[in-house]
């Protein structure tokens, strides 16, 4: 029930703190019902992009108990096709697939497809962890408008590949997970003025980070430039948190990267996976290498155009998308909002708004900008990889760029809230409008 | 109108990852033949494009014919189209009787045109994506491996409201049966508590709207924003089955 609804103050009203926490229940048990029934009707090993390859490495940790060694790639494997691996999957970060490949081997059947729907099921139940934790953030981020928290969870809940990742097994969901678990312990962090307790919170989700795909590491800088905008002038501060966050990360983490280099002499990867993948033979030359602009890239590829039509719904060239509408809709939602933050940015950096979390913000957008920008480059001097999904890990920080930036035009209070509070129905509808025309008739053949 | 519309159960339909195309008829015959995937099939949607002329027209009669050679009229109907359409969906309906399952059918479009000026476009996919039937040109294989666009419904087993259920399970449980999911128990209750939450968020939206709107506690506000939203809710999980300008064929 909206506090003062029934009076007659001129005062805007909001929704009070109770039906804020149900609205975003309500929606959180909503996607993660809507991504078990997705997961259950995506035919095994094909439920996304490469599905049955990453579950195969989990197969392969349940049969044996020891993580899969990367042994290079069979002749020709890249040979004629589009794209070249960037990272081996075995030696890529994915930390989760430990206690999912126990699982299986626990409890599992001799039937694979049934051990890819128990896989299936933890990615499902990443997403409440991931809206939950995307709800503190954005509720600490917009404490003036109770509404902002609960409409940015429903976007995350209703915009399809954002749903789709968390419904085939991959290591995409793990890497969004803790990355959200991230954004969330730094904007508490930041806000608290990295006291002790948030300081070892923020350590303890950037180990987590780090256990995970590289998409998500781009927090890192985040982290580095938030603790040294609220420290500039306190440099032994910055030292000593920044020491604190090295040791907790490197105490959870380092191990991962110690192994790659005594396994592979290699911590990270990408060099012996180049090198793998160009012994395979007839590998694709990666754009920049043959020579290619990055604007001719661009137009060869239609990487922008491609990106963003995944980013929403889709993966593949063809596969799973919306209609052309649809794409209008968001690419006209993402203008006003640009439009939007473009003046609000403005407008506070000319009012001087200091102990404000504008910093926060930016930084944000620098995070998820920058991941754009490392996939760019990464799709142009590697992989020639075209997927929108690759920015997930800073989806949390998209959605709050573009509540704020939407904010600009009107304060989400009273009739306006109320008008916002509405489209939340209408947007879930729309989800499950596109399991039913879209996700359903993919399994027919 | 979505109401009063006769509820038919998607059986069989083409993934959208193929982009379908469209193929000229002129004054001629195209059809797809295809098995009857299910007992009780009612209906069978195709999609075309007309550019005409005005006071010019194109006919086209579509016959359903059951066997393999010879094949036998079991139902059909005609159609006058005297405009031009930049897409039309025609939902051929039929007795659910007439067939029975795994028979092979075959769909059959004879269109003759007014006049050279008259343009009648069907959708096909140049893939052979359908694996138990063909695109058929004069009656007869013309081009290995390709497909008409179309759609599979049957008879709801249940009477209207269940039928919309029905309508909504029906294919999510086949799909989980196809994948090897969970028995047809678990998809019905996952979802009807989500589609029970769905309607309470939207009754819980147009409480809190309504109270905000009108400052007080006024029920007609909040019953009519409940209803705005579940109609707009229906109609975009409708989809294309939203009965507004929709082309019907009975065929007898």
């Known amino acids: 029930m909206p506090r003062g609804a029934a009076s007659n103050s001129r005062q805007p009203v909001d929704i009070s703190a109770a039906t804020q926490r149900r609205f975003v229940v309500a929606i959180i048990v909503f996607a993660t019902l809507h991504a078990l029934l997705w997961s259950f009707v995506r035919h095994p090993a094909s439920g996304g992009p490469d599905e049955g390859p990453y579950f195969a490495i989990v197969s392969t940790m349940a049969a044996h108990g020891a993580i899969p060694e990367f042994t290079g790639y069979s002749p020709s494997e890249f040979a004629g096709g589009p794209v070249r691996a960037q990272v081996a999957r075995e030696i890529t970060p994915n930390f989760l697939a430990i206690p999912i490949a126990f699982v299986i081997g626990s409890i599992g059947s001799s039937d694979p497809d049934l051990n890819i729907h128990i896989a299936r099921v933890f990615m499902v139940l990443l997403y409440p962890i991931t809206l939950w934790l995307s709800f503190l953030t954005l509720r600490r981020l917009f404490s003036d408008a109770r509404i902002a928290p609960v409409w940015g969870v429903a976007v995350m809940a209703a915009v399809p590949m954002f749903t789709l990742v968390h419904t085939y097994y991959t290591n995409d969901a793990p890497a969004i997970a803790a990355s959200a678990f991230a954004t969330y312990a730094l904007v508490r962090a930041s806000q608290s003025g990295f006291d002790r307790k948030d300081t070892y919170i923020l350590g303890i989700s950037l180990g987590l980070v780090a256990l995970h795909k590289y998409t998500g590491f781009l927090v890192f800088p985040a982290t580095a430039a938030v603790v040294i905008w609220q420290f500039s002038r306190r440099p032994w501060r910055v030292i000593r948190i920044g020491l604190t966050l090295i040791f907790i990360t490197g105490a959870i983490s380092a191990w991962w990267y110690l192994r790659n280099f005594f396994v592979y002499g290699d911590p990270i990867g990408v060099a012996v996976t180049q090198a793998a993948v160009d012994a395979s033979g007839g590998a694709p030359i990666p754009p920049r290498a043959q020579g290619l602009s990055p604007v001719a890239f661009v137009q060869e590829t239609n990487w922008i155009g491609e990106n963003f039509a995944t980013y929403w719904a889709g993966y593949g060239l063809n596969k799973l998308k919306l209609p052309g509408f649809a794409y209008l809709a968001f690419s006209s939602i993402i203008v006003s909002a640009a439009i939007g933050g473009v003046i609000r940015l403005v407008t506070a950096i000319r009012r001087r708004q200091t102990g404000t979390d504008i910093h926060l913000y930016v930084i944000l957008a620098a995070m998820h900008f920058g991941l754009w920008l490392l996939s760019f480059w990464s799709s142009y001097t590697v992989d020639v990889a075209l997927s929108g999904r690759y920015v997930f890990p800073t989806f949390l920080a998209f959605v709050a760029i573009l509540v704020f930036s939407l904010q600009s035009y009107v304060a989400w209070r009273g009739r306006v809230a109320a008008g916002v509070l509405l489209t939340i129905p209408i947007m879930l509808a729309a989800s499950g409008a596109y399991f039913f025309h879209t996700i359903l008739p993919d399994v027919n053949v | ?252």
């Open chain 2, 1 to 252: 109108m979505l109401i009063v519309q006769p509820v038919h159960v998607l059986v069989f339909e083409l993934p959208h990852k193929y982009i379908p195309k469209y193929t000229q008829a002129s004054s001629g015959v195209k059809g797809q033949t295809m098995l009857a995937p299910t007992q009780k099939l009612s209906r069978i949607d195709v999609w075309g494009r007309t550019q005409i002329e005005p006071g010019n027209r194109v006919l086209v009669t579509f016959q359903l014919r059951r066997g393999i050679e010879p094949r036998y009229e079991i139902a059909s109907g005609t159609v006058i189209f005297n405009r031009s359409y930049s897409e039309w969906q025609a939902r051929l309906t039929f007795d659910p009787d007439i067939a029975s399952v795994h028979e092979e059918l075959y769909i059959r479009l004879e269109s003759v045109l007014g006049s050279d000026s008259a343009h009648l476009h069907y959708a096909y996919f140049d893939q052979d994506i359908y694996p138990d039937g063909d695109l058929l040109e004069l009656d007869q294989v013309e081009v290995q491996g390709q497909d008409l666009r179309f759609k599979l419904y049957r008879d709801p087993t249940l009477p209207k409201p269940l039928a919309w259920a029905e309508a909504v399970v029906s294919p999510a449980i086949a799909a989980a049966s196809k994948s090897g999911g969970p028995p047809a128990w678990v998809i019905m209750t996952v979802m009807a508590i989500t589609g029970g939450l769905g309607a309470a968020l939207i009754i819980a939206a147009s409480v809190v709207a309504a109270q905000v709107f009108s400052k007080t506690h006024r029920v007609q506000t909040m019953l009519a924003t409940a209803l705005v939203l579940t109609a707009i809710a229906a109609a975009i999980f409708a989809g294309a089955e939203a009965p507004i300008g929709k082309l019907w064929v009975p065929l007898s």
